[in-house]
């Protein structure tokens, strides 16, 4: 959705119009749940802090400033709640490594060739991803996914864009680790996978 | 350039940072060194995963509808005090009229039997104009107020709502005690307000929020 139409739906959801903020809802949701699904890797947890999220935006598009980007704000809100969620989760004592939930999830990928390298690379990835810190996992997110800036990514995690940059290379740097460990023996697969079963 | 430099410019190079003659001598090192071409391939490989893979499990089909239905329900829960504390400043204001018109004004006074407001804002107008009885009210629901909070009974929402609107400081944490308005009945209590001989009024200046 361009910045344009998104500032004028914004402008009538905070004049009243729910059929805006409708829209907004469908224009958001699908990046917003895949980005809180890989932050809490459970698909009913990830759909109540998303139906939640957009609540709380609701609720607070008084506050919102035109400054920032509205999917900016929205995955500030969404971000804050996944924190406050991993807490109390990890507080009952039932936080299970993240690595573990991710593989019992079932795969839903249907864009992706079903070959058995691809799945192997895709498995790496996500459990490299998944063993990052929550900071350096959202940087990478938002980076790579959302096309984020640094200073965007640091207006959502609350911290300097000096320190996301420093987020995304150390979770670069983990990646790195992780590949060379797990995956020198597929380059060959590898360049092949790069060329065409991604695309 | 040799790899250690190069692989040290790997995540600069994967940022699109660099230019100029550094590009040129990374791409050059890059075309013959097999090492960090795999590195590189690696990684490039990882973070397209990243970027596209669409892993996520599908959203539910009625997510917007459930959004909506709780957005709804929140602008409903937000209308109600404001109507509740706007109907309480009706009938305050009726019967404020009432009250003056009897009282200080006088049957032989010109515009002693003010009409009954047509509106609301109206209604808020002719309140404000009536500043005598207006601190004395006041007064009331703050010695009310305080009563109730010092003998640790719960505050009716009507009665905090209209010390919203009257300006008047709650102590914090006072939303929590409040009782539900169907049992209580705005007008007795506005009755039991107005007191019978006025009392001094306030020397409070105009503007500054009451406390209790």
Redesign the interface.
């Known amino acids: 959705m361009s910045q344009m139409s998104d500032a004028a739906l914004v402008a009538r959801a905070q004049r009243g119009s729910?059929e805006a903020?409708?829209q907004l809802?469908?224009a958001y949701?699908?990046r917003l749940?895949?980005f809180v699904?890989?932050l809490l890797r459970n698909?009913h947890e990830?759909?109540d802090i998303?139906?939640s999220a957009?609540?709380k935006a609701?609720?607070s598009l008084d506050s919102y400033s035109s400054q920032y980007a509205f999917s900016t704000w929205l995955f500030t809100i969404a971000y804050r709640q996944c924190l406050n969620h991993l807490r109390k989760r990890k507080a009952t004592g039932g936080e299970l490594e993240l690595a573990q939930i991710g593989s019992s999830?079932?795969?839903?990928?249907?864009?992706?060739a079903g070959t058995e390298d691809a799945r192997r690379?895709?498995e790496v990835?996500?459990g490299?991803?998944d063993g990052l810190s929550a900071a350096q996992r959202t940087a990478?997110?938002l980076f790579?996914?959302e096309g984020k800036s640094c200073q965007e990514i640091g207006t959502i995690l609350g911290i300097p864009a000096v320190t996301v940059k420093s987020h995304?290379?150390r979770a670069?740097e983990k990646?790195?680790g992780v590949?060379?460990t797990e995956?020198?023996a597929d380059?060959a697969a590898?360049?092949r996978?790069?060329d065409s079963s991604?695309r | 350039m040799n790899c250690r430099e190069a692989q040290q410019l790997i995540d600069a190079h994967l940022d699109g940072q660099l230019s100029g003659s550094l590009r040129l001598e990374f791409e050059a090192h890059r075309l013959r060194c097999a090492r960090c071409q795999q590195t590189l391939a690696m990684m490039e490989a990882c973070l397209h995963v990243v970027a596209s893979d669409r892993c996520a499990p599908p959203l539910s089909d009625d997510f917007t509808s459930r959004v909506m239905s709780a957005v709804g329900r929140r602008r409903a829960v937000r209308r109600r005090p404001l109507l509740l504390a706007g109907g309480m400043l009706s009938a305050a204001a009726a019967v404020l009229l009432l009250a003056v018109g009897l009282r200080l004004v006088g049957p032989s006074a010109p515009g002693a039997a003010d009409p009954s407001p047509d509106s609301f804002d109206l209604a808020v107008e002719r309140v404000d104009a009536y500043e005598a009885k207006y601190a004395q009210v006041l007064m009331a629901l703050r010695a009310r107020l305080a009563e109730a909070i010092r003998d640790g009974q719960p505050v009716p929402a009507d009665m905090v709502a209209m010390a919203d609107l009257l300006n008047i400081e709650l102590p914090a944490g006072i939303d929590g005690r409040t009782l539900e308005t169907a049992a209580n009945n705005p007008l007795s209590l506005l009755f039991g307000m107005v007191p019978a001989e006025p009392p001094a009024p306030a020397k409070t200046p105009d503007g500054e929020r009451h406390s209790l």
Request: with cysteine; charged share 30%; glycine share 0%.
């Open positions: 729910e903020f409708r809802v469908d949701k699908e749940f895949a699904w890989k698909h990830a759909e998303c139906q957009f609540v609701y609720e999830e079932p795969e839903a990928s249907e864009t992706l690379l895709r990835v996500w490299a991803v990478v997110l790579y996914r995304l290379h670069r990646l790195r590949f060379e995956l020198t380059f590898l360049r996978l790069n991604l």
